[in-house]
């Protein structure tokens, strides 16, 4: 719960505020930049919500917010926010909100299908809110849990103790200490099922691992990420924790896949034709080696 004793004083004068407790992962930006702003190492309003379309962004960065830093008067209905997640993004794929401190604000995603289809997907794990949680529940719950790789892994525990969902994991990501019941080895690239396809891809870490779904969705973790500022797919020199020469090496694997949507845990999302998401990796691969 944000605080206003704790106010940061970059906020315009209003309603809605950042406090102190923000640890700058992005999420309100992103859900809601026509109020929310980085101004340098943190997040704060710049300009508050005057429509009822502004509000209930506001209201789903404020549900979002790994660390409920985001303050609002109780005037201002929560519902509104809980109930928008989690958020169509295309087809049967979802963005769940309800981001986790854990895993510093890292996004997740829920594929809806039938259960003679597979049942639902989640990738990487959100946090495990009552409201999510319900709301999931009443969409049929979680067959599966896509882990891209370690950081992200947040709450896993008490989805799978929830739903009773399988876990798929890299070995080389800690899948036996975390207890995924499906182990992922090598570098192979294997199908978990008729639309769902795991590539390995060491590089962030040594075990992580994207997912295709359908040859349209690409689930990438820390892999791969729309730049917003370079106007790019762009890959994180900096937290190349394993191997950035592995990294680039991955990368450049995902040149044989086609796909229309990157679909990351931080950085933005990006949708494109599969010839200008191809050119656009092609454009990412030849960066990064410049690096
Ligand atoms: S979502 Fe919360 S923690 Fe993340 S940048 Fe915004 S206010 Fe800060």
């Not at 200008?276 to 030849?286: G, I, K, Y």
């Amino acid at each position: 719960m944000a605080r206003e004793a704790l106010r940061l004083p970059e906020n315009v004068p209003g309603d809605f505020f950042v406090d102190e407790s923000c640890i700058d992962c992005d999420a309100c930006r992103q859900i809601a930049p026509e109020t929310f702003r980085d101004h340098g190492g943190r997040s704060s309003v710049h300009r508050q919500p005057a429509t009822a379309g502004q509000a209930r962004r506001a209201l789903m960065a404020l549900v979002a917010c790994p660390t409920g830093s985001i303050g609002a008067p109780r005037a201002y209905d929560r519902k509104i926010g809980v109930s928008a997640f989690p958020e169509p993004l295309s087809e049967n794929v979802y963005f769940c909100g309800f981001t986790a401190e854990s895993s510093f604000g890292a996004w997740s995603y829920l594929i809806m299908r039938p259960e003679n289809e597979g049942g639902n997907v989640l990738i990487d794990s959100p946090r495990f809110a009552t409201q999510l949680v319900k709301r999931i529940e009443a969409l049929g719950g979680v067959r599966t849990m896509l882990l891209t790789h370690k950081d992200d892994v947040a709450d896993h525990k008490l989805f799978h103790q929830k739903f009773g969902c399988e876990r798929v994991m890299h070995a080389d990501d800690g899948a036996a200490r975390l207890g995924a019941e499906v182990v992922v080895r090598g570098e192979e690239p294997f199908q978990l099922d008729p639309d769902l396809l795991v590539i390995p891809t060491p590089g962030h870490t040594r075990g992580h691992v994207v997912y295709l779904y359908r040859n349209k969705f690409l689930f990438t973790g820390d892999h791969l990420a729309w730049s917003p500022n370079r106007q790019t797919l762009t890959a994180f020199r900096s937290v190349a924790w394993y191997s950035w020469p592995e990294q680039i090496r991955s990368m450049a694997k995902l040149l044989d896949y086609e796909f229309e949507w990157v679909l990351p845990g931080h950085g933005d999302m990006y949708r494109a034709d599969a010839r200008t998401m191809h050119r656009e990796l092609e454009r990412c691969v030849a960066w990064m080696k410049t690096k």
